[in-house]
């Protein structure tokens, strides 16, 4: 195993490292690229082709029991208080490997292809445009709130068949269910947080199949509902873990990436006057913002077997974290990696994945955040930031501002 540097360590536990944590995957690609860290309790990956390789290699770096190997860390009195969350973490789409992940994601994939997405793009606009229209005259807005996290969960809720006034539920459970994760050793109070969290939210997902079973509809639960009840394709556990996945996944992501785009356009005026003189290049300021700030910042996959990977020996269940964050940045790949420059050609980022795991919700998102910034420009053309500071939020899987305060005019 390599050496353990303290001064990595002290910086992965930062407050820096939250706030900023690029420097820090610059240092550790060019001095540590294949990196263990007992901050972490695995090793970090910070190189474009080994990110890349872990995500293609389901055989050795594998989905099923990441997370759960998390918890098999713990003592074992703890270890049995949250048998609860390990036995959901061991399951569903993101949690599998072929043949199940492919089973589940042929299901699942009817429902997100380019063409059922595009035909959500009215429904989209009428989202946007609503939101906005609310803070005409306003002076003031908080993309986060009043933007950002509404599209997307609007979406995925109507999408799934939930109500969207319980959009606020699914935020609080999201936060809490993703709390122990971003690093290979959880914390027991971070535990806790996520296990309450992910049992109301599977209740409440329970609840949902339960309607549908009695009375189905038009909607992506209903269409699972009915294979799990073919019997042959879709468990309930599967049914419900993966419900949970869709209804997390659907929103956190574009939340971040919709925040993520405006914080980095206003924030360099050279390529918000490049969209605003063509707004067909939004498309590209959107693919720019998944390479140098995406809103996942990290994956986690379970190492299979004793290995050698990039010249260090591996040990079977290690947890490896291949950070997406510091792969879209490096040089190898990408020329001035550390500069937002939206007119980028040969744009390769990870931000979706690669191999059998790459993003269900990819065209989704590709259709959101480019017409949510669109449109926000265009309705309020002299926007710019209320602050110079931005306060993100980190620790775990996702990077973007906790608030993004605008002024309007």
């Not at 926000?376 to 930031?385: A, D, G, I, S, T």
């Amino acid at each position: 195993m390599n050496r353990v540097d303290s001064r990595i360590e002290e910086r992965l536990q930062s407050q820096e490292f939250i706030q900023d944590p690029y420097p820090t995957y610059r240092h550790l690609r060019e001095t540590d690229p294949v990196y263990w860290s007992n901050a972490w309790q695995c090793w970090v990956l910070t190189r474009f082709a080994d990110v890349a390789a872990m995500l293609k290699d389901s055989g050795s770096f594998s989905s099923a029991g990441r997370l759960a190997a998390l918890i098999d860390q713990l003592p074992p009195d703890q270890r049995a208080r949250y048998q609860a969350m390990r036995d959901h973490f061991s399951r569903g789409l993101i949690h599998s490997d072929p043949p199940d992940h492919t089973r589940l994601r042929k299901l699942i994939g009817m429902a997100f292809t380019s063409h059922v997405v595009e035909n959500l793009r009215p429904r989209v606009h009428e989202i946007v445009a609503r939101a906005l229209a609310s803070r005409r005259g306003a002076g003031t807005m908080d993309v986060m709130q009043d933007l950002a996290f509404p599209l997307p969960t609007i979406v995925i809720a109507e999408m799934l068949g939930a109500p969207p006034e319980d959009r606020d539920k699914f935020k609080a459970w999201t936060t809490g269910i993703v709390a122990f994760q971003g690093t290979g050793r959880p914390k027991a109070d971070m535990m806790d947080y996520s296990q309450e969290s992910l049992l109301q939210m599977r209740a409440y997902v329970r609840s949902l199949c339960a309607q549908r079973r009695f009375q189905p509809r038009k909607d992506l639960l209903s269409l699972l509902v009915a294979a799990e009840d073919a019997g042959d394709k879709l468990t309930e556990d599967e049914l419900i873990g993966t419900c949970v996945t869709l209804f997390i996944a659907g929103h956190e992501t574009t939340t971040g990436l919709i925040g993520n785009a405006v914080a980095a356009l206003l924030r360099h005026p050279d390529q918000l006057e490049i969209v605003r003189e063509n707004p067909t290049r939004m498309a590209d300021a959107i693919e720019e913002t998944l390479r140098w700030n995406n809103s996942v910042q990290r994956v986690f996959r379970r190492v299979t077997q004793d290995l050698e990977f990039a010249g260090q020996p591996m040990r079977k269940n290690q947890t490896v974290v291949g950070v997406i964050g510091a792969a879209n940045r490096d040089p190898e790949i990408f020329v001035e990696p550390e500069c937002f420059d939206i007119s980028r050609t040969g744009n390769r980022h990870i931000s979706f994945g690669s191999g059998v795991h790459f993003c269900l919700g990819a065209p989704l998102a590709r259709l959101e955040a480019p017409l949510a910034v669109s449109m926000l420009l265009r309705e309020f053309p002299n926007v710019h930031l209320a602050h110079d500071t931005i306060d993100w939020l980190g620790g775990g899987l996702f990077r973007y501002p906790k608030t993004l305060p605008i002024l309007l005019r």
